[in-house]
């Protein structure tokens, strides 16, 4: 049976079923225990489970990380909560030195199977740091996983999934839909975790996009469909690596595409999509590959995020030039 709960629910009860059903999965982070999260995430967990299993850490994002990598040597599956997207930083260098290397220096001998969790984008008024979307700097990084669900019930699966996963996730959760409610059925068979999904069908353009901009590409159809126009919505879900297959098949029917992410345009995602894209599709394509995102310049104030992010009218426009071709 299916229930209806909110992004950030999901994600609570995928920690809950993964901590229930293996002793060697751990959670960490600042304020993850007690608090249960800034975004109450892992509300509950500590209190079921105990400080063993849901560990609250010092301010310090490296030494989280870096403590995680430790564990995972010794065969847990730790599950380590950044706080917010731009506190990343400080555990880069964990992150693509160590992390995403071990594997590979070790000649596959050595698993790493931590899951780093980040909310990131953003969309909910917040300060300076808060609200950043910083996936393609990992997804350049070879070693690494990079995946984002859009709405509860990939929330909940792919976390399932990475935490099963012997290679290092990097999980960005849209903060701005941790409270969209959606269906989750816990007791389906999950797809492939790197494979985008069709959400809307459409004959006349393809928008691609995944986490929090799946839901306005979705309200961009409903838009254009107004003025006659069929556009189709895919979900991506996995930025690395990204399921070229489903964009090419979806392409070549509508033979448009336009690209929606959050992070800025410039060496963004989309860049490379469009560039794989390209190449092909070069015979079927009737119009450039688009691309909509943030603008290349430091995240704003809250006051002017709304300028700074994707909304109806950016994708619409880029919708209008395309099929203008």
């Given at each position: 049976?299916?229930?209806?709960?909110?992004?950030?629910?999901?994600?609570?009860?995928?920690?809950?079923?993964?901590?229930?059903?293996?002793?060697?999965?751990?959670?960490?982070?600042?304020?993850?225990?007690?608090?249960?999260?800034?975004?109450?995430?892992?509300?509950?967990?500590?209190?079921?489970?105990?400080?063993?299993?849901?560990?609250?850490?010092?301010?310090?994002?490296?030494?989280?990380?870096?403590?995680?990598?430790?564990?995972?040597?010794?065969?847990?599956?730790?599950?380590?909560?950044?706080?917010?997207?731009?506190?990343v930083f400080p555990a880069y260098d964990q992150i693509v030195t160590q992390l995403a290397?071990?594997?590979?220096?070790?000649?596959?001998?050595?698993?790493?199977?931590?899951?780093?969790?980040?909310?990131?984008?953003?969309?909910?008024?917040?300060?300076?740091?808060?609200?950043?979307?910083?996936?393609?700097?990992?997804?350049?990084?070879?070693?690494?996983?990079?995946?984002?669900?859009?709405?509860?019930?990939?929330?909940?699966?792919?976390?399932?999934?990475?935490?099963?996963?012997?290679?290092?996730?990097?999980?960005?959760?849209?903060?701005?839909?941790?409270?969209?409610?959606?269906?989750?059925?816990?007791?389906?068979?999950?797809?492939?975790?790197?494979?985008?999904?069709?959400?809307?069908?459409?004959?006349?353009?393809?928008?691609?996009?995944?986490?929090?901009?799946?839901?306005?590409?979705?309200?961009?159809?409903?838009?254009?469909?107004?003025?006659?126009?069929?556009?189709?919505?895919?979900?991506?879900?996995?930025?690395?690596?990204?399921?070229?297959?489903?964009?090419?098949?979806?392409?070549?029917?509508?033979?448009?595409?336009?690209?929606?992410?959050?992070?800025?345009?410039?060496?963004?995602?989309?860049?490379e999509i469009a560039a794989r894209i390209t190449e092909r599709c070069f015979y079927h394509?009737?119009?450039?590959?688009?691309?909509?995102?943030?603008?290349?310049?430091?995240?704003p104030p809250a006051r002017l995020e709304e300028e700074y992010l994707p909304n109806l009218?950016?994708?619409?426009?880029?919708?209008?030039?395309?099929?203008?071709?």
């Open positions: 049976m299916a229930d209806k709960m909110a992004l950030a629910k999901a994600i609570n009860e995928s920690l809950r079923r993964a901590l229930d059903s293996d002793p060697k999965v751990l959670i960490m982070g600042e304020d993850v225990g007690k608090l249960g999260g800034v975004f109450r995430v892992t509300d509950g967990l500590q209190k079921d489970f105990g400080e063993s299993r849901v560990i609250d850490t010092p301010l310090a994002e490296s030494g989280i990380v870096g403590t995680a990598i430790g564990l995972a040597l010794r065969g847990y599956r730790p599950v380590v909560e950044i706080q917010f997207d731009g506190f290397k071990m594997h590979a220096r070790s000649l596959g001998k050595v698993k790493l199977p931590v899951v780093v969790r980040i909310p990131y984008g953003g969309g909910i008024g917040a300060v300076e740091h808060h609200s950043e979307s910083p996936e393609s700097l990992f997804a350049h990084v070879a070693g690494l996983k990079i995946v984002s669900p859009s709405n509860a019930s990939d929330a909940y699966w792919m976390m399932q999934q990475a935490i099963q996963s012997d290679d290092p996730v990097i999980f960005f959760e849209p903060k701005r839909r941790y409270w969209d409610k959606g269906e989750v059925n816990t007791e389906a068979i999950p797809g492939p975790l790197h494979k985008a999904q069709v959400v809307r069908e459409g004959t006349d353009l393809t928008l691609a996009a995944y986490g929090p901009m799946v839901k306005l590409c979705q309200e961009v159809a409903d838009a254009a469909a107004e003025e006659g126009r069929n556009l189709e919505v895919l979900d991506l879900r996995s930025v690395s690596p990204i399921d070229f297959d489903s964009i090419q098949a979806s392409v070549e029917k509508t033979r448009r595409l336009v690209v929606v992410h959050e992070a800025p345009v410039f060496f963004g995602s989309g860049a394509l009737e119009a450039p590959v688009l691309r909509v995102g943030g603008y290349h310049a430091p995240y009218d950016r994708v619409l426009d880029a919708v209008d030039r395309s099929l203008a071709y």
